[in-house]
């Protein structure tokens, strides 16, 4: 591994595979590079870009600024950034790997280290569809290319892409060129709606029941309150109020379930952030319902390619009696219809059964792992399997009835903790409160 001036002017760690003599450019190999700065987002983007939007992988979660992003929020600890930018003989950006590594563990133990796509690792998902990007026509040059590096580098004990898509043109050239056991397992199946024909046909595709409900609830939702509007926001000052109201209703939704919902953290920012970019790029898809000028539902949607992907929703439980959270989704997809620039409306993944009631066709999401012959891959490997070997077990030898009881006392637990520091901190806020006042000539 060597260190050399790239075009981002800053020092960046490139592969040997960089090293590509004239010759062997004159033939039309391709010359790959590891960029480690998160700035090469930015040098990169309208090339990254231009290389999406001239072949057919129709996701904004492969977007410079999604991963960006995602980077800044989510980077896990120990993580660095590996992006492996492919150019033909001319200096075209042909190929983008959109990689990072992190730490592999094994029960505290260190076993090296595995790579991953941006937007994966961590415990909320946040990203699909992804893909090694490559120009139409260049998938196996691409996947070949970056096999190499990857190869040659040494950066890596084991390769884990989630949330590929099936019929990817990229990844089993990719897998196939590294050296080591490989497999590919099914991952996440992610419903969608062709909307590239009309309205009429896509209600007639429906049993009886079905057909009648598709506008029931929105039509009852207007006729019960004659205030209600349904509205697209399509200016910087509404995403504001709109972004609020959902954020809003869908920790209150959640919590009357028992459960936190997406909405904790720092996903808050990184949402506005997203949907504000979205917005000035003319890829932002969100609507809202206001009954007597309160927003009660919200959805989010982001649009590439003349794809939605449905990204988040939320509404007033109040209003669940009326169909709310149906009328809303049947108004977004109507919308989509009647927009001749939308051929698919994405449901994305997740398993929830509503979304088949809508959908009748789906796209599934695989996730390639490739494990390097290393004693820490081996060892990682036979830990995987006793840790499962332990879950099976427990679940066999453990009645249900005691399980849930340990569960529940765990969730009580938790929320003691909770609320325990909560305390504290309130304590020692009205502490520090008091010091100061008590030094101050102050009286009620």
């Known amino acids: ?99 990072y590594s992190r730490p592999l563990t094994a029960f505290g133990i260190p076993c090296g280290r595995e790579l991953l796509f941006l937007g994966m690792g961590i415990d909320l998902k946040t990203s699909e569809h992804l893909d090694i990007i490559a120009k139409k026509g ?43 056991d490989w497999s590919v397992v099914p991952c ?24 009648r409900n598709v506008e029931y609830y929105a039509r009852r939702l207007f006729r019960t309150y004659p205030s209600c509007q349904f509205t697209r926001v399509q200016s910087e000052d509404a995403i504001k109020p709109a972004l609020d109201a ?21 996903v808050e920012t990184f949402v506005r952030e997203t949907a504000s970019d979205a917005l000035a ?11 007597n000028g309160r927003i009660e539902a919200v959805l989010l949607a982001f649009i590439d390619n003349g794809v939605c992907h449905y990204f988040q929703k939320g509404f007033n439980p109040a209003f669940a009696k009326d169909g709310m959270g149906n009328a809303l989704v049947s108004l977004c997809i109507r919308e989509c219809f009647e927009d001749p620039s939308i051929r698919a409306f994405d449901f994305m993944g997740g398993g929830a059964p509503y979304k088949d009631l809508w959908a009748r066709t789906s796209r599934w999401n695989v996730a390639y792992e490739v494990q390097r012959p290393t004693f820490g891959t081996a060892f990682f490997a036979a830990a995987h399997r006793v840790q499962k070997l ?47 006042l008590d030094g101050m000539d102050v009286s009620f």
């Open 1 to 99: 591994m060597t260190t050399v001036a790239d075009d981002l002017g800053s020092p960046t760690r490139i592969t040997p595979a960089a090293n590509i003599s004239r010759a062997a450019r004159a033939r039309g190999r391709l010359t790959t590079r590891v960029l480690n700065r998160a700035r090469a987002f930015y040098e990169l983007r309208r090339e990254w870009d231009d290389l999406l939007d001239a072949n057919n992988q129709y996701t904004f979660f492969l977007r410079p600024q999604w991963n960006a992003r995602w980077w800044r929020h989510y980077a896990p600890r120990g993580a660095e950034l590996h992006l492996i930018t492919c150019r033909d003989e001319r200096g075209t950006l042909v190929g983008l790997a959109p990689l």
């Open 138 to 180: 260049s998938e196996n040059r691409v996947a070949r290319a970056v096999a190499q590096c990857l190869s040659e580098s040494g950066m890596w004990n084991r390769v884990l892409l989630r949330q590929v898509p099936m019929d990817s043109a990229v990844l089993p050239h990719l897998v196939t060129a590294l050296r080591g």
């Open 188 to 211: 996440d199946r992610a419903p969608y709606i062709d909307t590239s024909t009309d309205w009429a046909t896509f209600k007639a595709g429906f049993g009886r029941s079905m057909r």
């Open 246 to 266: 959902l954020v809003d209703l869908h920790r209150a939704l959640w919590r009357s379930r028992g459960k936190p919902g997406t909405f904790r953290g720092n």
């Open 281 to 291: 790029s003319g890829r932002l898809a969100l609507w809202t319902l206001t009954i």
């Open 390 to 436: 332990a879950v099976s077990t427990y679940r066999q030898v453990v009645p249900i009835w005691f399980r849930a009881l340990r569960r529940d006392r765990l969730q009580r637990q938790l929320l003691k903790t909770s609320l325990a520091c909560l305390c504290s901190c309130a304590l020692d806020v009205d502490g520090a409160l008091f010091q100061l």
